[in-house]
């Protein structure tokens, strides 16, 4: 069985080139992602183990928990047993039942209060010992983590703890293959992967207690290890949920993803040139700026 499907993918690497960008696209149907996708994230053994292992790292005991986009309570119900009072935020009415059936199904209705709403438009009725929220993308460039973030930290404790709290954004120089004028699209098999033509640099961190800056304006000297032309830059996030506690990315989450520069350039290996990055944060990355200038 496992060589079938196996047989069945070879036979549809190219067309499934971009099924993940599909699979991951805002749905304005949906209020958020197509179906698929919450079956895509529930499933992804990795992104919740770094998301359990924090939990377990804390003492949720008797806290209070704010938690936004809680989708199909994925997270949520690793952490929901131990508090003593949970805010539970979603902007998909779509999945309403779905949520308030598995509230009922282990009796925690007492200390559940689920918001429909927009998570950067909420008021909580009171301080909130963790906030809990993994509404991300690559660069956080369409999802907005860090505006949520932003607008929920004014609801922490003095010593509440958000997770994720530190977001780390990394680049490398890279050509890839783009069609039907995508700009964009994570990488789903590794032989989609781009030619890599220097080694990863830190683009910026987003430390999310603290960040105000929505517009990101970066520079970034980038030293080519092979000659060649550079078309995109190849593009990883490394997420700090809790100290030790990291998530690089699945699939499911923050994959990696390579996106066109607005043109070509030349490179040669060992002559630096400098990345130019402009976009916003919980926009869109189709809408972002990348482009290469020689030093």
């Known amino acids: ?121 909420i008021e909580l009725p009171e301080k909130v010992d963790y906030i809990v929220g993994e509404l991300m993308s690559i660069f956080c460039a369409n999802e907005f983590q860090v505006q949520i973030f932003k607008h929920l930290r004014q609801f922490l404790k003095p010593d509440g703890k958000l997770l994720p709290e530190r977001i780390v954004n990394i680049g490398q120089l890279a050509n890839a293959h783009f069609e039907n004028n995508h700009h964009h699209y994570p990488l789903n098999f590794t032989r989609h992967l781009p030619e890599r033509l220097s080694l990863q640099a830190e683009i910026n961190t987003i430390d999310l207690y603290t960040e105000q800056t929505l517009q990101i304006q970066k520079k970034t000297t980038f030293t080519p290890i092979m000659s060649g032309v550079v078309n995109a830059i190849f593009m990883h996030s490394f997420v700090q949920v809790a100290k030790a506690c990291n998530f690089t990315g699945t699939d499911s989450l923050m994959p990696p993803t390579v996106c066109k520069l607005a043109v070509p350039v030349k490179v040669e290996q060992g002559k630096p040139v400098e990345l130019h990055c402009n976009y916003t944060y919980g926009t869109s990355l189709d809408n972002a700026s990348f482009w290469l200038e020689h030093l």
Not at 24 to 34: D, I, K, M, R, V
Not at 52 to 62: E, L, P, V
Not at 98 to 110: G, L
Not at 111 to 119: C, R, W
């Open 1 to 121: 069985m496992s060589f079938q499907l196996l047989s069945k993918i070879v036979d549809q690497y190219d067309e499934l080139k971009y099924a993940l960008l599909d699979a991951q696209t805002f749905s304005e149907a949906h209020y958020g992602f197509p179906p698929i996708y919450y079956k895509i994230m529930e499933t992804d053994a990795v992104r919740v183990a770094a998301f359990t292992k924090a939990f377990q790292q804390y003492d949720f005991t008797n806290k209070v928990v704010c938690e936004a986009g809680v989708g199909t309570l994925a997270l949520t119900q690793h952490f929901l047993p131990q508090v003593k009072k949970a805010y539970l935020i979603e902007n998909n009415p779509n999945l309403r039942e779905v949520i308030q059936q598995k509230i009922k199904e282990h009796n925690w209705s007492d200390k559940v209060e689920v918001v429909f709403g927009d998570a950067m438009k």
